[in-house]
């Protein structure tokens, strides 16, 4: 069965230090892999998105992520973080199982960005 | 082009009363899913409509029921509410056809049951 592991439900950074959210996933065949933020009172956008082609995937804002089969990782990066990317940050897997619209969420990491 | 509507934003009912939550898709867009997000569960997958059927389901009770009408407009309907129902409601729209389906999110209904 396909599932999401996000590690540290809260990440803390400077502005203009790197964000580092991580994300691994369980899956039986090869997954699509996604990033969704939620910022408060707000439905989910989506960052990007992993879909077999690049393992290196650039997002909206600044970020990207890197699909690592070896390690089932896809974490996401950003060089320099800005006041404005303090959300919740959540992973998410498809590989097919109940339908490719089925999506599974990690739990979600709340990153807070301080001055 | 508008994005994903979901109507009313904020809703309170009783227990054991029901409720009927609406999602209107992007133009063009025919598959509609939803979500339920708890602080507890997370973000958990109720059902997805394409084309006016339910082409997917998730590990939810009978009692979440939904439907898809010609206008690919959803609604879905919970029964005889309990506590735990309290949660965001989520949908999301895609074209729907093939296996790369780019999901837009609506801002969610909150529902409170007390």
């Known amino acids: 069965a396909q599932s999401v592991t996000q590690l540290g439900s809260h990440v803390s950074v400077s502005e203009g230090a790197l964000v580092l959210l991580r994300c691994n996933y369980s899956s039986s065949v090869p997954p699509y892999l996604f990033w969704y933020v939620q910022y408060p009172n707000q439905g989910l956008q989506l960052l990007l998105k992993?879909?077999?082609?690049?393992?290196l995937v650039k997002g909206i804002n600044g970020f990207e992520a890197e699909f690592k089969k070896s390690e089932t990782s896809f974490h996401l990066t950003k060089p320099s973080a800005h006041m404005s990317d303090a959300a919740e940050y959540f992973c998410?897997?498809?590989?097919?199982?109940?339908?490719?619209?089925?999506?599974?969420f990690g739990a979600g990491t709340r990153l807070a960005v301080h001055p | 082009k508008a994005g994903v509507t979901q109507t009313p934003r904020y809703l309170i009912k009783t227990r054991g009363q029901q409720v009927t939550l609406s999602c209107s898709p992007i133009?063009?867009?025919?598959?509609v899913s939803w979500y339920q997000q708890t602080p507890g569960q997370g973000l958990q997958f109720l059902f997805e409509?394409?084309?006016?059927?339910?082409?997917n389901k998730g590990n939810f009770p009978g009692r979440f029921s939904g439907r898809q009408f010609s206008n690919s407009r959803s609604e879905m309907n919970v029964s005889t509410l309990e506590l735990g129902d309290s949660a965001l409601y989520l949908c999301?729209?895609?074209?729907?056809?093939?296996?790369?389906?780019?999901?837009?999110f609506g801002p969610g209904t909150r529902l409170t049951v007390t």
């Open positions: 998410a897997v498809s590989d097919g199982t109940g339908g490719y619209n089925k999506l599974i």
């Open positions: 999301a729209s895609s074209l729907g056809q093939g296996k790369i389906n780019e999901q837009y």
């Open positions: 409509y394409f084309s006016e059927t339910q082409r």
């Open positions: 992993y879909t077999s082609a690049a393992t």
């Open positions: 133009s063009g867009h025919r598959s």
